[in-house]
């Protein structure tokens, strides 16, 4: 009994390192196929493949200042291939009941590709615990140095996540 544990284990391991492993045994140690295209470790490879040419906006924290009003961390990454000059997007800042509050815009000024980058932008007049929602409403701006418009990129790339109670989104 000890010997066929010892086998499916030393098979179980094999398998996992990339080699298929056979049994002399009996069919309770039978072979287990290797990893083929379609088992998680190539879902993995597909999902960081997918976020390369796509900008990531995090809103990091919410933050109530001593006016009244609530300051946001938002955190960003272009993963387009090229540097932005100009990045800026326009939200929809909603209240708990749903109804649009304000139409602020996130602007983050030049953003080097492959870096992430750090914002805070002050509400001022509207509390943390008034917002119920903020979504990106449209691409305020998005340029390359050389004048040339990404605003598209800049959208249909875009990608979204919030570490706060608010929900964050497109």
């Given at each position: 009994m000890r010997h066929r544990a010892i086998a499916l284990l030393s098979?179980?391991?094999l398998t996992f390192s990339g080699f298929s492993a056979f049994s002399q045994t009996d069919d309770s140690t039978a072979?287990?196929?290797?990893?083929t295209e379609d088992s998680d470790d190539s879902a993995d490879i597909r999902t960081q493949t997918d976020i390369v040419d796509s900008i990531l906006l995090e809103l990091n924290g919410a933050t109530s200042t001593e006016a009244g009003g609530?300051?946001?961390t938002v955190v960003t990454t272009n993963r387009l291939?090229?540097?932005l000059d100009r990045a800026a997007?326009?939200?929809a800042i909603f209240d708990a009941a749903g109804v649009v509050q304000s139409l602020p815009?996130?602007?983050f000024g030049a953003m080097v590709s492959g870096k992430t980058k750090v914002a805070m932008f002050e509400l001022p007049d509207r509390g943390c615990t008034d917002i119920g929602q903020i979504i990106v409403n449209d691409v305020a701006a998005c340029t390359t140095g050389d004048g040339k418009d990404l605003r598209n990129a800049c959208l249909t790339g875009l990608a979204?996540?919030?570490?706060?109670?608010?929900d964050f989104g497109l």
């Open positions: 098979s179980v391991l072979d287990i196929p290797a990893p609530c300051q946001l291939d090229q540097d997007w326009q939200v815009i996130l602007d979204t996540q919030s570490r706060t109670d608010i």
